[in-house]
Protein backbone atom coordinates (compact mmCIF):
# COMPACT_ATOMS: atom_id res chain seq x y z
CA UNK A 1 0.00 0.00 0.00
CA UNK A 2 3.10 2.05 0.11
CA UNK A 3 3.58 2.46 -3.87
CA UNK A 4 0.33 3.43 -3.73
CA UNK A 5 -0.16 6.39 -1.36
CA UNK A 6 3.02 7.67 -2.69
CA UNK A 7 1.91 7.71 -6.21
CA UNK A 8 -1.16 9.62 -4.84
CA UNK A 9 1.17 11.88 -2.83
CA UNK A 10 3.36 12.47 -5.98
CA UNK A 11 0.18 12.92 -8.14
CA UNK A 12 -1.08 15.53 -5.94
CA UNK A 13 2.08 17.96 -5.33
CA UNK A 14 2.60 17.68 -8.86
CA UNK A 15 -0.98 19.02 -9.45
CA UNK A 16 -0.87 21.44 -6.75
CA UNK A 17 2.62 22.67 -8.10
CA UNK A 18 0.98 23.50 -11.42
Given at each position: ????????F?????????
Open positions: FVEFLYIFLLCAKRHIL
